[in-house]
């Protein structure tokens, strides 16, 4: 009896803060983690340096499953498009790697914002609005054919509300406030801050000497969690605006669009903390909208995507999705 050959599928999300890979083979699956800022030079994301994380996970998990080839892999990324030169680059580092790790061998490739990995994580190719929110924040609004709605997404200097990034600034502004004995400060969030970096003076150093100063930001945001846990009022208010802006995000997102809306990425995983006020904000502004828990994450959003691109029913829809096939692998050359 002929053997019907098993769908090798991987996925990645690449986050400010690290790189996810799960890979399926079969009904099998296998995931990994890369916990390491998201590398970045002259200002942009450093695209050979992230890819050489990418496949430094990839390949034991291939290895482990004895596979050589992938039929398809996507990779869904924040800073797309504004922080990467060219999607191409990044497909061409995936397939070439480098002098310490071979390329990969996938017969298609999909670079993809982590806005639209989320969006199919969450909603499952469902059109509506999702909001991704870690380090940063993006809402996409899509039907996945002509509507495609970007929200936010600006960066930490003039947008990314609600972000990681924001809540953890807005923190160490409320404890720097109290250590200043200005008001509107937090004792609590101040010890937070004296546990977490000491000095308060070493502060200015380790936020803007920073080689990724949103990460540095939002690792301060499970202090200022804890401290709205303990029933700080300040903590408690900064994660209540948190998910107002971000429901706003999502509202924004659905216009012309079904009111179908979810959410990912892992500030959500505070729980109560930002679910709650995101999910009353949206029903006060839309009493009909259908808000719906994330059927999935964006590393499963992007192993849903690999998939289709793969059975060739991805499409580019530039600047969300790039999809190359092995064909475009002479471009290494």
């Given at each position: 009896m002929t053997q019907i050959p098993l769908e090798v599928l991987a996925g990645v999300d690449v986050g400010g803060s690290g790189v996810r890979v799960r890979l399926q083979v079969g009904d099998r699956f296998l995931q990994a983690r890369h916990d390491e800022a998201l590398p970045r030079?002259?200002?942009?994301?450093?695209?050979?340096?992230?890819?050489?994380?990418?496949?430094?996970?990839?390949?034991?998990?291939?290895a482990e499953f004895g596979v050589r080839r992938l039929d398809g892999l996507a990779l869904g990324m924040t800073g797309l498009p504004g922080l990467v030169p060219a999607p191409v680059e990044v497909a061409r580092g995936l397939w070439s790697g480098s002098g310490l790790i071979d390329g990969i061998d996938a017969d298609t490739v999909a670079i993809a914002s982590d806005a639209l990995t989320t969006h199919l994580g969450a909603l499952g190719g469902l059109q509506g609005g999702v909001v991704a929110a870690g380090t940063g924040v993006i809402g996409l609004g899509t039907n996945h054919q002509d509507i495609w709605q970007q929200v936010d997404g600006w960066g930490l200097f003039v947008g990314d509300e609600g972000s990681g990034a924001w809540i953890g600034r807005k923190g160490l502004q409320a404890a720097l406030r109290a250590l200043d004995g200005r008001s509107g400060g937090s004792a609590v969030l101040a010890e937070q801050l004296r546990l977490q970096y000491g000095d308060p003076l070493a502060l200015v150093t380790l936020v803007h000497g920073a080689?990724?100063?949103?990460?540095?930001?939002?690792?301060?945001?499970?202090?200022?969690?804890?401290?709205?846990?303990?029933?700080?009022?300040?903590?408690?208010?900064?994660?209540?605006?948190?998910?107002?802006?971000?429901?706003?995000?999502?509202?924004?997102?659905?216009?012309?669009?079904?009111?179908?809306?979810?959410?990912?990425?892992?500030?959500?995983?505070?729980?109560?903390?930002?679910?709650?006020?995101?999910c009353a904000r949206v029903q006060e502004v839309m009493p009909?909208?259908?808000?719906?828990?994330?059927?999935?994450?964006?590393?499963?959003?992007?192993?849903?995507?690999?998939?289709?691109?793969?059975?060739?029913?991805?499409?580019?829809?530039?600047?969300?999705?790039?999809?190359?096939?092995?064909?475009?692998?002479?471009l290494v050359n």
């Amino acid at each position: 009896m002929t053997q019907i050959p098993l769908e090798v599928l991987a996925g990645v999300d690449v986050g400010g803060s690290g790189v996810r890979v799960r890979l399926q083979v079969g009904d099998r699956f296998l995931q990994a983690r890369h916990d390491e800022a998201l590398p970045r030079a002259g200002g942009q994301i450093d695209v050979p340096r992230m890819c050489h994380n990418v496949l430094t996970e990839l390949w034991p998990l291939m290895a482990e499953f004895g596979v050589r080839r992938l039929d398809g892999l996507a990779l869904g990324m924040t800073g797309l498009p504004g922080l990467v030169p060219a999607p191409v680059e990044v497909a061409r580092g995936l397939w070439s790697g480098s002098g310490l790790i071979d390329g990969i061998d996938a017969d298609t490739v999909a670079i993809a914002s982590d806005a639209l990995t989320t969006h199919l994580g969450a909603l499952g190719g469902l059109q509506g609005g999702v909001v991704a929110a870690g380090t940063g924040v993006i809402g996409l609004g899509t039907n996945h054919q002509d509507i495609w709605q970007q929200v936010d997404g600006w960066g930490l200097f003039v947008g990314d509300e609600g972000s990681g990034a924001w809540i953890g600034r807005k923190g160490l502004q409320a404890a720097l406030r109290a250590l200043d004995g200005r008001s509107g400060g937090s004792a609590v969030l101040a010890e937070q801050l004296r546990l977490q970096y000491g000095d308060p003076l070493a502060l200015v150093t380790l936020v803007h000497g920073a080689k990724a100063p949103s990460a540095r930001l939002a690792s301060f945001a499970p202090a200022v969690a804890q401290a709205a846990r303990s029933g700080d009022p300040i903590a408690r208010s900064i994660w209540r605006q948190a998910g107002l802006r971000l429901a706003d995000t999502g509202i924004a997102a659905v216009r012309d669009l079904p009111a179908r809306i979810s959410w990912g990425g892992g500030l959500f995983d505070v729980g109560d903390l930002l679910i709650e006020p995101f999910c009353a904000r949206v029903q006060e502004v839309m009493p009909a909208a259908d808000i719906r828990e994330p059927g999935g994450t964006a590393l499963e959003g992007a192993l849903l995507l690999a998939r289709r691109a793969a059975t060739g029913k991805a499409r580019t829809r530039e600047p969300y999705v790039q999809v190359f096939t092995s064909d475009a692998a002479a471009l290494v050359n």
